[in-house]
Every structure is written in C-alpha cells, then in structure tokens.
C-alpha cells in the first residue's frame, strides 16, 4: 500500500483518471446505474 500511495501522489489527477481508464468500466457503471434507477421507479 505505501508503494501505491507513494505513486498515486507523484502523479497528477488527469494522470490518474487516464491510467485507470476502462471502456469496460465505464460499460459497468452504465449498466448499475441503469438498474439503480429502474429499481428507484
């Protein structure tokens, strides 16, 4: 974990959003936030 708090902090915010960048994350988030909201109706 220090390893990673170590490299987390020597990089920018925009560094860190393109690295964990996932066409497949974003495929994820889409389909839980769909079912949250049909689930809220």
């Known amino acids: 974990m ?21 066409d497949h994350l974003e495929e994820i988030k889409d389909t839980i936030n769909h079912y949250i909201i049909q689930t809220l109706k």
């Open 2 to 22: 220090a390893d990673l708090e170590a490299y987390s902090l020597d990089k920018t915010q925009k560094q860190l959003r393109d690295a964990t960048h996932s």
